[in-house]
């Protein structure tokens, strides 16, 4: 028996969702593997019972967390995928201003009737399994999850920062260009698709673990930056996670 | 007859949550309303105060599905307010990728989203084995859409390489060379879709409607346009957006809705194909003539169709444009900019119709003050004015044929629900 896989999408852009679809040249090998049997965005089939979650988006209303909670207790997998789900990614920006304040920022006096509570990763709510970072995730990386997960074993991430992908890619490093880049501090894991496009890094994948620690000092070193100026200096993916100074 | 009620909760094969509710009592409709359930994300909030160049990497996670057209929208405000031009190569590069994107969106929703129910099947799954070919070939033209996007913005979804004034990098001639040739031979994929296509019927409803999109006087608008217009006759230049319709919260939907002096309007690909359709290449407006689309349709359903038409358009437009490509000498442009207090408003007709970013400024570049309009907001009164001009028309079917045209009605219109509810509306000092 495949196992049978179910899709769930909470406060997001849909895009981690999407970037499943976006695996056009492994899809098909991927259905091999396991079989869908609930997804919205894609299907009309509802189905109650699967073995593996996979979850995008933050969770922001007590509806989310109420829903979340259910779809913990049909699975036996549970996965975030993609930032907002990781680490709440960008939902948690609206964080820092009162729930009221940001109501009546968008709807006005109509505000009121809105559920909005402040933005949290699937962790916080539920116990999960493994997470995906990453916003959007990234489809190799995807791929590589999911069949691990079939063959039941635990995926692993990059323990090192961008910086050690970026160097082998032999990119010119863009602080050289006056830019600034997460690179030294985030989890590596998405080819360091940005600097390797000439822009920084903006952190969506994380903190690498114990950023102070694992840092990539050779960079650092070589602009005279500590690692915690460069965590302060972008806030935009990582806001909820406490180790931001 | 019997009375109808339904409760559709979470509207499958859309991107994002919405209900239909629909109450009929003796022939009477009681209730009927599309729901927007979708948990806000207050993109406002998230932006204010934040700098020049970095609203657009926030704004472009909006959606995932048109991030590159959050990206151009969002670009051309922050350009308009810094007073700042592009070069003929980022003009270039940005529509190349717009087209790529408008490519990727209209074969997802036509083949993966809208065909299951024109073939009578749940989702695109049970078509892996009826339709295998089919399903091959919409991952191919999906693939090389992507692989375009990715090429110059670095990746689809969320691109990269679309900054302020000019992109970080520079495309290599080579693969530029390559997209070439593929594009050129999708083209016998997209004329099987048409054939294809014909075999299949779409319901057919028609009710009178205004169509709102904008309009660029030397090209069919797309990336950008220089005006907005209505079927009414009406026109407006964007900055002064605000005098073609007025945004309004209604108690069931956490996205706003949206009107003109007539009422409610279309945007979408359907109103871009009955406003600017003279402005198509002819190989396009071949297309929709083989396929039944005129100018002035009034069957919402016909979406689908003009989303075709416009692939048609947009891989020729991207030969086009990448032949210009290949003939410039393309370098790595200064990125330098002057920052100084201003408003700018940018426009860009996503998948599923006109996109407006809005932006205020202060003088150290950071943003006071931002409304966001989305093209599915704007379709949603538009889409229960259809419900309630169409549905007594068929109240003698089956419930679950009413369940099944409503949802199909929403689909026609490719709503993207998860990005309807991230409107913005800010007034700050
Ligand atoms: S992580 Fe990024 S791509 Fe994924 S749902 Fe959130 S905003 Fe969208
Ligand atoms: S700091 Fe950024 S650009 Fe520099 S090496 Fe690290 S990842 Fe690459
Ligand atoms: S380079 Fe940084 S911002 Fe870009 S995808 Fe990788 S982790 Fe995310």
Known sequence: MKPTVAVFSFTGCEGCSLAILECENELLDVLNLVQLVRWREAMTETAQEFDIALVDGSISTHHDVKKVKQIRELCKLLVPIGACAHNAGLNALKNRYGMGQVKETVYGDAGAQFDTIPACPVSAVVPIDFALPGCPIDRGEFVRTVRDLC?????????????????????????????????????????????????????????????????HKETLAEYGLTAREVMQHFDMFNSYDDRLP | MPDVNLHVEDITRVEGHGDIVLNVKQGKIEELRLEITESPRFYESMILGRRWDEVTHITCRICGICSIGHTSASLQAVEAALGIQISQQTLLMRQLAFCGETLQSHVLHVYYLVAPDLLGVPSVLPLVETHKEVVIMALRLKRLANDLCAVIAGRHIHPCAMKVKCFPHVPRKDD???????????????????????????????????????????????????????????????????????????????????????????VGAL??????????????????????????????????????????????????????????????????????????????????????????????????????????????????????AFVPGILDRSQDEIRQFLEMLVRAYDPCISCATHLLRVKFV
């Open chain 2, 176 to 266: 530029l060379r390559a997209l070439r040739e593929r594009l050129v031979a999708s083209m016998d994929d997209l004329m099987d879709s048409v054939s294809l296509l014909k075999t299949l019927q779409l319901p057919q409803v028609e009710r009178e409607m205004e169509f709102v999109s904008l309009y660029h006087p030397d090209e069919y608008a797309l990336y950008r346009g220089t005006e907005m217009i209505s079927s009414r006759g009406q026109r407006v230049t964007i900055p002064e957006y605000k005098q073609m319709f007025s945004e309004y919260v209604v108690a069931h939907s956490h996205a706003k809705h949206a009107a003109t002096e007539r009422g409610s309007y279309m």
């Open chain 1, 151 to 215: 063959l039941g074993k635990t995926p692993r991430l990059p323990t090192y920062p961008i910086c050690v992908e970026c160097k082998k890619k032999e990119n010119v490093c863009v602080f050289f260009q006056g830019k600034f880049c997460m690179g030294p501090v985030t989890r590596a894991g998405c080819g360091a698709i940005c600097p390797t496009y000439g822009d920084g890094c903006e952190g969506c994948r994380g903190f690498v673990d114990d950023p102070n620690q694992n840092a």
């Open chain 2, 271 to 388: 109103a871009r194909f009955n406003n600017n359709h003279r402005q198509l290449r002819p190989r396009a407006l071949e297309v929709a003539t083989a396929l039944g689309l005129e100018s002035g349709c009034m069957n919402p359903f016909m979406n689908n169709v003009a989303q075709v038409v416009e692939c048609v358009q947009c891989t020729l437009d991207a030969i086009e444009i990448l032949d210009k490509l290949c003939d410039l000498e393309l370098v790595l442009e200064d990125p330098t900019v002057e920052v100084k207090a201003g408003r700018g408003v940018g426009a860009s007709e996503v998948p599923r119709g006109q996109l407006i970013h809005d932006y205020t400024f202060n003088d150290e570049g950071l943003v006071t003050e931002a409304n966001l309009v989305i093209p599915t907001g704007q379709n949603l009164n538009n889409i229960e004015r259809d419900m309630h």
